[in-house]
């Protein structure tokens, strides 16, 4: 969680660390509203007050100080940090010919704690392998938000890479498509 909390400034570090909630899934930071903590049972609410200054200074510190080298990733809507956690950005976006080339005013980050849970992609490999062929089918992960797809998907992933023995599985070697 140290990996995380690097990127607040220390009042805030120090509020998270003092209203802890075990398995925390989020931290959501808010232009003039409360922090929220959050985990799959409860949400924890820090009243205190966040400026846009502070997260523009959060921001600037996930990006090395350099968020114009992380524009592209911004306008997709969210930053992936080291150990897969990823934050999500909010504000107002700059459209150009129905993409989008910017957000302003951004006013809230939503960090997302990554997470293993080994074996979790048991029953969905039943549907994604086909071991009789070394290969795998074409599969696309749907379900609401916080619903574990990105969990499944790096088990899944974790597996078809190292194989699988007992169902005669040797491996393959994974790639992202971007």
């Known amino acids: 969680m140290e990996e995380i909390l690097k990127y607040f400034p220390e009042m805030i570090q120090e509020q998270i660390k003092a209203n802890w909630i075990e398995n ?16 799959n049972q ?43 956690h990823r934050v999500g950005i909010a504000g107002n976006a700059v459209m150009k010919e129905g993409q989008v080339i910017n957000l302003n005013y951004i006013n809230s980050l939503n960090f997302r ?41 790096r088990d899944a992933i974790r597996k078809i890479s190292s194989g699988i023995p007992e169902i005669g599985f040797a491996g393959l070697t994974c790639r992202s498509s971007r």
């Open 113 to 153: 704690v990554a997470r293993q849970v080994l074996n979790c992609s048991n029953e969905a490999l039943t549907y994604i392998l086909a071991p009789f062929r070394q290969t795998i089918f074409n599969t696309l992960l749907v379900s609401p938000p916080g619903r574990g797809k990105t969990t499944i998907l």
């Open 42 to 84: 409860t949400e924890k609410i820090i009243h205190s007050k966040i400026e846009p200054q502070t997260i523009l200074q959060i921001l600037q510190k996930i990006c090395d100080n350099s968020i114009y080298s992380y524009q592209s990733q911004i306008c997709q809507g969210f930053l992936t940090l080291k150990g897969g």
């Open 24 to 39: 925390i899934e989020e931290i959501r930071i808010r232009i003039h509203q409360p922090i929220i903590l959050k985990n």
